[in-house]
């Protein structure tokens, strides 16, 4: 049996994969396994990835939103888009969390040519430059010309001293932070130079799934219970992490919901975030 991802492309169906994928969502064994065999009797040769995910979504949500909520962590990552501004914020917080400093878009002077940073973060003495790039397309890959130009800019800048956070640092290193994969050459000449690389699946234990679900750093695009309206809205202010709801529930009185509403949504939130060690190490 053939699936078809969203470039055209037919691979074949491993069932494997979606069982799991489906383990991702904080479910129990058994309904993993019933969820598995719903979505099972929906497939069919030829089956769109998007359709599979959608029954697979949509078989979570009955159990309990929150299931539902981390199974669509990708999704959510593009909604954060189309501009990779809340995406460079969201990363900050990442940082954040990892024990930095961080703020966002910074410009500095290099040797040659002035530099716009996406985020530039501190703990200690190390000085941390990002690269953040943001993929509307879920199955986009970054190629090995990111990597180099990125290296082109952190050698115009790794010698100098830079003012941030009250200190005058040097860059220590640079980071290449991306919602999308990494094609094999990009991770080679990233590794090969030195360059710190955070994506969608790699490495393995500090990729972005991996930061997301170990942290709790699930982005508010993630609840099902918020339209889309209702999301764009709560970033506008700042509210980036479902964590910075449930710790100030009033984002949502300009929203003009009904108490049971907020309260589906704060218990999806709440619900979301409760992991048994929580855990953010980037380095």
Known sequence: ?????????????????????????????????????????????????????????????????????????????????????????????????????????????????THEIDVVAMKDEQLIFCECKFRNDEEAKISVTTPMYFLSRMKDVENNFYQFFNKNLTPTKGYLVTNAYLTTDSIDFANYYNIGIISWDYPENRSIKYLVDNAALYPITCLTTLTLENQKTLLNKDCILVKDLVDNPTFLNPLNLSEELKKEILIEAKELIEIDCFSCKID
């Open 1 to 113: 049996m053939l699936v078809k991802k969203n470039s055209g492309e037919l691979i074949t169906y491993n069932p494997k994969i979606l069982r799991k994928s489906l383990s991702k969502s904080g479910a129990n064994n058994d309904e993993i396994e019933e969820v598995f065999e719903q979505v099972s009797k929906e497939i069919y040769d030829g089956i769109s990835t998007k359709d599979l995910y959608r029954y697979a979504f949509q078989f979570l949500k009955k159990y309990r939103n929150s299931y539902a909520a981390r199974y669509s962590l990708k999704k959510a990552l593009k909604n954060l888009g189309p501009e990779g501004y809340t995406f460079e914020k969201w990363v900050s917080r990442i940082m954040q969390a990892a024990g930095y400093k961080a703020i966002t878009s910074q410009t500095v002077q290099g040797n040659a040519v």
